[in-house]
């Protein structure tokens, strides 16, 4: 089979080195891809965005199966694009990856069905989000309408700062249409689980439980990212926790996606806090997370091709979903600086005895042939073990034994889930 992957990052590279498990995969081709990918997969360069050259692309090669990863492709509808050609995908139509692309839509969609959410307020006009945030309880949470590349986001402690969170989004326009409207809403509190599951518009199945990292710095400070490292499973997410989800959130959300004529099939992402009140949604996202799919993959027991493609096929019920015991820890590498700006073109080394547990994020090949960074996330160290303690320390491990100059990471990651399960 030709297998075509759209994105070009460290879940990019989880996905492609999971689904070459499968004999029957004869080569996997990475639209963009990178310069670490490029050692598994054939990197043609051709942009996640460009919906049309990926298109043209697959249909030129005869792709048997394409999987889109990035939320910017599904929401500008590249499934549907593909589909149009008979090319069977892994992923949401456009009309239901809005469930990520517009929060809007998310909020109204829970407030509908009864999905436990934070409570909000939507505006569309910055004078009267100006004027509710001079009442409103606070701390309070402002969040851009659409996609903001994980930066929509903007926790606000004083009035001061929820005014310029809204100053900042609606007029001046700091993350361009996508804040066109804004949601404000209630700031929950409690420990948050990402739960990332597969569903054909049917069924859904839970994959294993993570937990990110997403502040640049060690415990929990210094600037929002994509993600510094993740752990599974979640010690938070226990087993009455994941039942009540299942009731409460994951198949009254399949379903009102579904009654509301946008049947979501491929990886749907729960991002969650465990309230005080119970499991709430915060944020759903239409895809695979990054860095949850480095933890979350590895630990996946059985062949990821045949379960995406009952997915596809709306036989996700009559497929068994495995995952092993173990605990899988991810340690970003990153490039100082990041998220903000950084120095691009070291040279990265990676020992070969340890490639195969390192994902390759933000990389590419100079002229000399070598790995070089070029992005803010460079490399995702990941290790399988028994124990949480002792993935944590083969991460570490793996992220002592690469290198790159600038190179950061945070030395804390799964430093809370330990503290959880000592206390649990
Ligand atoms: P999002 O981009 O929606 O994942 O939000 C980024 C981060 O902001 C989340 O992972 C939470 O840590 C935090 N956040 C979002 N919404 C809320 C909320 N209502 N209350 C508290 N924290 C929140
Ligand atoms: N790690 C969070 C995300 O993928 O959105």
Not at 182 to 210: A, K, Q, R
Not at 234 to 250: D, L, Q, R, S, V
Not at 333 to 348: D, M
Not at 373 to 385: F, H, I, K, Y
Request: proline fraction near 4%; hydrophobic fraction near 40%; include cysteine.
């Amino acid at each position: 089979m030709k297998i075509m992957v759209v994105g070009g990052g460290g879940r990019e590279h989880a996905i492609i080195k999971k689904i070459k498990e499968n004999k029957a995969v004869e080569t996997v081709y990475a639209l963009p891809g990178n310069g670490g990918i490029a050692r598994d997969a054939v990197c043609v360069n051709i942009g996640a965005k460009d919906i049309d050259g990926i298109v043209a692309f697959a249909v030129e090669k005869g792709i048997d199966y394409a999987i889109v990863a990035p939320d910017d492709p599904l929401v500008l509808g590249c499934v549907d694009a593909l589909e149009a050609k008979g090319i069977p995908c892994f992923g949401p139509r456009a009309n239901a990856a809005i469930i990520e692309g517009s929060k809007v839509f998310s909020k109204d969609l829970m407030k509908k069905y009864g999905i436990p959410t934070a409570k909000y307020e939507v505006f569309d006009d910055a004078e009267k989000a100006l004027e509710y945030v001079k009442t409103a309880p606070i701390p309070t949470v402002v969040k851009a309408d659409g996609l903001a590349l994980g930066k929509g986001v903007i926790i606000a402690m004083t009035r001061e700062e929820a005014r310029d969170a809204v100053i900042s989004i609606m007029q001046d326009k700091q993350f361009g249409k996508s804040g066109d409207k804004i949601v404000i809403e209630e700031f929950l509190e409690g420990p948050e689980v990402s739960v990332l599951s597969f569903t054909d518009g049917n069924t859904v199945v839970p994959m294993i439980s993570s937990m990110d990292h997403k502040r640049a710095k060690d415990n929990d400070t210094g600037l929002n990212t994509g993600g510094m490292g993740t752990v599974a499973p979640n010690p938070y997410y226990t087993a009455g926790i994941a039942a009540e989800c299942m009731e409460k959130i994951f198949l009254p959300t399949i379903r009102a996606m579904k009654a509301e004529g946008r049947t979501f099939k491929g990886c749907l992402y729960f991002g969650l806090m465990i309230t005080k009140d119970g499991p709430k949604v915060i944020e759903y996202n239409c895809r695979f997370g990054d860095p949850e799919t480095q933890v979350v993959l590895p630990l996946l027991d059985c062949d990821l091709l045949t379960v995406m493609q009952a997915v596809t096929n709306g036989k996700l019920a009559d497929t068994e979903v495995k995952f092993s015991d173990k605990h899988a820890c991810c340690v970003i590498l990153a490039s100082e600086g990041y998220p903000e700006s950084y120095k691009k073109g070291f040279t990265i080394d990676i020992p070969d005895a340890v490639a195969d547990k390192v994902y390759v994020a933000g990389a590419s090949v100079n002229e000399k042939g070598e790995l070089v960074t070029s992005g803010g996330r460079v490399l995702g160290c990941t290790a399988v073990e028994d124990t949480l303690p002792a993935a944590i320390e083969a991460a570490y491990g793996i992220c002592d034994s690469v290198s790159f100059e600038n190179a950061y990471c945070r030395r804390d990651i799964g430093a809370r889930a330990l503290k959880a399960l000592a206390e649990a």
